[in-house]
């Protein structure tokens, strides 16, 4: 089993911004992906960010030049730095994490707000 803690979460002017932290323990072999989700009041939970294992990325057109993912393999950690926040940015942000090595297993965390104000 696999715990994700997720910390940076609040509240932010336009324009401002935060840095996500995800935190992953427990019975890991190996992380595969880790990624940021987010869904809005209303809303389904979109994709945000992805990076995996050997640092590849993927994001989401809406936050292309403004949010960076990053990873620290050795401590099982991922970063996602939010710049140039918007409004339309408010939401529960979310840590994804697929582990193992014949078995992928997938785990999220328990959300953290994002509310940014205008």
């Known amino acids: 089993q696999v715990q994700l803690v997720e910390s940076g979460g609040g509240l932010v002017q336009a324009g401002g911004s935060l840095t996500l932290s995800c935190v992953a323990s427990?019975?890991?072999?190996?992380?595969?992906?880790m990624a940021w989700y987010r869904q809005a009041p209303g809303n389904q939970r979109e994709m945000v960010a992805l990076?995996?294992?050997?640092?590849?990325?993927n994001y989401a057109d809406s936050v292309k030049g403004r949010f960076t993912i990053s990873r620290d393999n050795a401590k099982n950690t991922a970063n996602l730095q939010m710049n140039s926040l918007k409004p339309e940015d408010t939401a529960v942000y979310y840590c994804?994490?697929?582990?193992?090595?014949?078995?992928?297993?997938?785990?999220w965390g328990q959300g953290t707000q994002v509310t940014v104000s205008s």
């Open positions: 994804y994490v697929s582990e193992g090595i014949s078995t992928a297993r997938e785990y």
């Open positions: 990076i995996t294992s050997n640092g590849r990325t």
């Open positions: 427990g019975s890991i072999f190996r992380i595969n992906a």
